[in-house]
């Protein structure tokens, strides 16, 4: 039993033997499974794998060779009868083959000629239809060669907008129908670099455009600014012309320029013929047509805008260097000129182009442009213009700021700020003027003698008068020779005034102000002159250590007359102006303050220099204040010094009345103080009664002369007070009056009511000390000892009323 199942089971492992090395010899035939896969199969199972499966390979390999071996078994003898049947073929396919050579032979031989003839007639048709081809295209390439040929011609005769039009044309007409051509190409590939080529030279000859009209708006601006003047000339030339009609007092630029039978000056007529010439423009002078041609060229480019930035943009750096002035401009007028001209130029162009083109620069440009300069332009004259010192340089340039303002206005650029300038520029005139005519007041005051003008005759008189206005009933019926109150620089002073006048009015002129505003700038400026210099050159007058008491008199009285006159020179501006004094605004003149002032100056120092000259005469006295008893007459020095006071007090007769009264009272009121002084100086240690009455006869001197009415006005005994502190206190010593002086201090009917206690102690300690050494007193002593005892009474009095008055201040 068990062996059967052995065997079944060895069966069934040998039938899936079987079966699995059947799958797997199948798989190995096929093309489709890779061979791993199945070899993988074999060799997974048993150990012995290998070995069967190589037995089962070869029994395959058998089977197979028995069925091949079958197969060509049963075909080989079909095989071989085809082989014997092939052979009998053989023959005939040679003979064959030789027929069909000798055929192909002969047919060859017979159409070579034909070959041959059909070649050529086919050349032949190539070629007519390569012609006919080529004649087509050449009829394309044709226009395209010459219009390529007609922009060479264009470039070289510098025609370039007209070269790249042609440019424009080759590209969207002629070049696209020939496009395939290589010279069509190179020719497209060549119009873009004759492009930029037209470009850099137009480029180029804007350059030297702008440097062209850099060099040339000197010229532009001389020519515009000329013009303008000319026209201004005409214009004023005309205005007078009515004015003289009106039969208005006319004044020329110096008040007394003579009028041609026209009306003009011969400056004027000169420059009215001038306007007869050729009217230039800038069109005239410079050539835009490189503007022109460079704005075109690039707007065809379709470049216009960077061709705008680029003109702009060099048009503000040439701005900003026109605007520059030289260092040295303020020294001349033609440095001014020059610089306003290139100015005008610069704006002209601008101007011009504007005009002339469509877009290239804006209003808006120009006026930007414009402001930027326009405030370069008045900082640089404001500037520059303080640096002049000479008033004919600063009028010049008023001139010319005007003319330059009136050239820029006719072209539309606002120049109101301009003439804002120009009264900056007034006031520097005005301070160059006033400078001026300091030099010119100094030099009359250091040239006048200062004494009375002599006339010998009637001409001589008519000759003053008719520069100074001075009427005077008393002096005009006088005989000849005769003299004139003033000093010959009174006329001179009252005539460089009117001249200060007429000089202010130049600058005045062609402001386009009205004649109310010229009426007030004259009269401010006259001011000035009057209240500033004139009044500071005689304030430095008369502190001159030369001018003497004399000289001050005479200026004095020169003052006196110059502010009579004042009227007359306001008389005068109206003359001009012809607006009223009576106006509301009208400004009046204040010279009479003026020469008040300068008056109480030399007053004032006639009265300082008599004090000086009363101090010098009596640091001559040389007393002896130890003397026994007096001359018996008065001092040398102080006789001298009565006559010098009244020879002095001579002079005075011309001066007003409170003035001489005045000058005589201070005099006699510094006399008296000094000669107090002098009794009181504290290096005055010894004084004699002898000395004090030397000294008394010198004060009765000095009353006699107070008496005497050195000048009149002074009502009974004014003059003498000016001595009564020193009669009180010489009468009391000379006297010896104690008793009444002690009971009535203090009293105002009191006979000593000007002395001092402590003057009188101090004058009479000096007297005692010196009885002290020299016995004075020894008289009274032997007499009557009772009065030494009455002066150390008086003494120890005097000392308790000073220390009284001290405890009471």
Known sequence: MSDSSCMKSQEEDDSREEKLYGNVFAELESVDLPLETSLGSVYDDQPNAHRRFMEKLDARIRNHD????????FHHQGFVDAITELLKVRADAKKLMGQVSDTNRRLQDAGREVTAQTQEVIRCRVQQRNMATTVEKLQLCIPVLEMYSKLKEQLESKRYYSALKTMEQLENMYIPRVSQYRFCQIMAETLPKLREEIKEISMSDLKDFLESIRKHSD????????????HRTFNSAVQKQVTLSCTKPLYGLTGRTPLHHNGLSPEETADEDDTDDEVLTAQDLVDFSPVYRCLHIYTVLGDRETFENYYRKQRKKQARLVLQPQSNMHETVEGYRRYFNQIVGFFVVEDHILHATQGLVTRAFTDELWNMALSKIIAVLRTHSSYCTDPDLVLELKNLIVIFADTLQGYGFPVNRLFDL?????????????????????????????????????????????RFPFHDVE???????????????VPQIYAQVKEFIYASLKFSESLHRSWTEIDD??????????TRTLSSCLQNLIKKPHIGLTELVQIIINTTHLEQACKYLEDFITNITNVSPETIHTTRLYGLSTFKDARHAAEGEIYTKLNQKIDEFVQLADYEWCMVESDGRASGYLMDLINFLRSTFQVFTHLPGKVAQTAC?????????????MLLDSELKQLTMGAVQQFNLDVIQCELFASSEPVPGFQGDTLQLAFIDLRQLLDLFMVWDWSTYLADYGQPTSKYLRVNPSTALALLEKMKDTSKKNNIFSQFRKNDRDKQKLVETVVKQLRSLVNGMSQHS
């Not at 028995?66 to 078994?73: A, F, T």
């Not at 009269?523 to 002159?529: A, F, G, Q």
Request: hydrophobic share 40%; charged share 30%.
């Open 521 to 530: 700038m004259l009269r401010k400026s006259t001011n000035l002159l009057l």
């Open 422 to 466: 120009l009264f900056e520029v007034r006031d520097q005139y005005n301070e160059t003027l006033l400078k001026k005519w300091a030099l010119v007041f100094r030099e009359i005051f250091e040239q006048d003698n200062y004494s009375p003008i002599p006339v010998e005759t009637e001409e001589e008189y008519k000759a003053v008068i008719s």
């Open 66 to 73: 028995r069925e091949i071996e079958k197969m060509c078994n």
């Open 475 to 489: 002096i005009e019926k006088q005989a000849f020779p005769k003299k004139l109150p003033m000093s010959q620089s």
């Open 665 to 677: 009272m201070s005099a006699c009121k510094h006399l008296a103080t000094s000669l107090m002084q």
């Open 219 to 230: 010229k532009i601006g001389e020519t515009a600014m000329r013009q303008a003047q000319q």
